[in-house]
């Protein structure tokens, strides 16, 4: 059994900054690629930011510029660099991680959720 456990949520006015993490635990062979995910109210949930285990990363377009994704593959974990945030950014923040159980066997993982709120 593979745990993702998110942190670094909460509430920021316009133009602040948060750092999520998330942090895999479990029965892991490898993991491959880690994202986040979120999803606003009424909306569906959109990728946010990949990065594969190479560290090769991916960006919707509305963030582009402002997200940075990274990862530390010693600790199972992956991050979120979240600047100049703005009011539509205001969604429930899920980390994604595509875990290698066995070798040629990979299952994709959730955490948790992590509120983002932003708000003057």
């Known amino acids: 059994q593979v745990q993702l456990v998110e942190s670094g949520g909460g509430l920021v006015q316009p133009g602040g900054s948060l750092r999520l993490s998330c942090v895999a635990s479990?029965?892991?062979?490898?993991?491959?690629?880690m994202g986040w995910y979120r999803q606003a109210p009424g909306k569906q949930r959109e990728l946010v930011a990949g990065?594969?285990?190479?560290?090769?990363?991916n960006y919707v377009d509305s963030v582009k510029g402002r997200f940075t994704c990274s990862r530390d593959n010693t600790k199972n974990t992956v991050y979120l660099q979240m600047d100049s945030l703005k009011l539509e950014d205001t969604a429930v923040y899920y980390c994604?991680?595509?875990?290698?159980?066995?070798?040629?066997?990979?299952?994709?993982?959730w955490g948790q959720g992590t509120q983002v709120t932003v708000s003057s």
């Open positions: 479990g029965s892991m062979f490898s993991i491959l690629n």
């Open positions: 994604n991680a595509i875990v290698e159980v066995r070798p040629n066997l990979a299952i994709a993982y």
């Open positions: 990065i594969t285990s190479g560290g090769r990363t």
